[in-house]
């Protein structure tokens, strides 16, 4: 579903600022993979999620999704390919807008556009479903402005609108970190029914190492723009976050540091 190959990005070249952001990454993801992607401050993670994305051009590689070669695509060109969520929940929706009328943008990502009533009953109807899955109590607002919602709410509206049509890749960039932990842990159970139920392929960034080693079917860590780590089956599952802190220091010949993952 998913190719990197030989990828490298670095931001201010040839300038004291330089920095070599991601160093010959080689990827592949099988279709339905859920990998979870764990590092420091400063390991390549977001500019990982980003390169394939769009927002940023690569230096040189490759990257391909769903068979097709997206390297040169821009990010416009490769979003109706791509679901995304963010870690700011004010990211992922328009604040000035209703509930339904998100949602009905969402729909609508990547199609032509036509004259005709803009939301037909069916569609109201699909969406009121919807909301109620996510046991919100959002379902009866469907008028209300996302703005007014809380932080939980229009995170998980949003992960609903970034697989309300099925996307080739799903991307969480920390979707959790910017909630408290009552409200992190129901957006992951959100994260978890709806991956599996509709087999989407996902990468997930988090901070939390029992979250990585909990969730997906594999695990990748990332240290000075380089994946030093990529684990996944049997051997994931009996994980532990001292095996990871372990791993990390055979593998970078560096002790751990990043203080928010501790304390994770």
Not at 190 to 212: P, S
Request: glycine fraction near 10%.
């Amino acid at each position: 579903m998913l190719t990197l190959k030989n990828v490298n990005k670095t931001f201010n070249a040839d300038t004291i600022n330089e920095k070599r952001a991601l160093i010959d990454i080689n990827l592949h993801l099988k279709e339905g993979d859920f990998v979870t992607v764990i590092g420091g401050n400063g390991s390549g993670k977001s500019t990982l999620l980003n390169i394939i994305a769009g927002v940023y051009p690569i230096d040189s590689g490759f990257i391909s999704l769903a068979g097709a070669d997206i390297t040169e695509k821009a990010e416009h060109k490769r979003a109706k390919l791509i679901g995304r969520v963010f870690q700011d929940p004010m990211r992922g929706t328009a604040a000035g807008m209703s509930i339904v009328e998100n949602l009905a943008m969402a729909y609508r990502r990547g199609r032509r556009r036509g004259l005709g009533w803009s939301l037909k009953k069916s569609e109201r109807t699909k969406y009121t479903e919807l909301l109620k899955s996510l046991d919100l109590g959002l379902e009866g607002r469907l008028m209300t402005k996302v703005g007014l919602l809380s932080g939980g709410q229009r995170q998980a509206l949003t992960l609903l609108m970034a697989t309300l049509v099925k996307p080739k890749l799903v991307l969480l960039d920390e979707h959790t970190a910017a909630l408290d932990p009552k409200t992190a842990a129901k957006v992951l159970e959100l994260t978890q029914q709806i991956v599996e139920r509709d087999n989407l392929t996902t990468i997930m960034v988090t901070h939390n190492m029992k979250d990585a080693i909990r969730m997906g079917n594999r695990l990748i860590m990332m240290h000075g723009g380089k994946i030093i780590y990529d684990v996944s089956g049997e051997e994931k599952k009996n994980l532990k976050v001292a095996d990871l802190l372990k791993k990390f220091e055979v593998s970078s010949g560096d002790e751990f540091a990043d203080d928010r993952m501790l304390l994770s």
